[in-house]
C-alpha cells in the first residue's frame, strides 16, 4: 500500500536523526527556559530540513499518501526530539 513512500519515510528519518542528534549536541550546554518547546521546535527544524533534503532525491509526484507518510516522518522526529529534552537540560 505505501509502495515507494517508504523509501520517503526512510530517508527523512536518516536525514533527520543525525542532525537531531547534532542539534542535541549544540544544545547540551544551553539553559532554555522551556526545554519541551525547545526541543519540539528543534526536532521540527530537523524535519523540515531532511524533507527539504528530500526534494532533491524525489523520484515522482507527490500523491496523498506519500505526503501522509512524510508527516508520519516528521511526526516521529519532532515527538522524539521533544523526549529527548532532558539531554538538552542537563
Known sequence: MIGESADCFRFIL???VP???SL???LHRSRPLA???V???GGLGVAAVAAFL???FHPFDVTFIDLSVHLV???IVVPASTLARGFCAR
Open 14 to 16: 536518516a536525514a533527520g
Open 19 to 21: 542532525l537531531g542528534i
Open 24 to 26: 542535541l549536541v549544540l
Open 35 to 37: 526545554p519541551a518547546r
Open 39 to 41: 526541543a519540539a521546535v
Open 54 to 56: 528530500l526534494q532533491f
Open 73 to 75: 516522518a516528521v511526526g
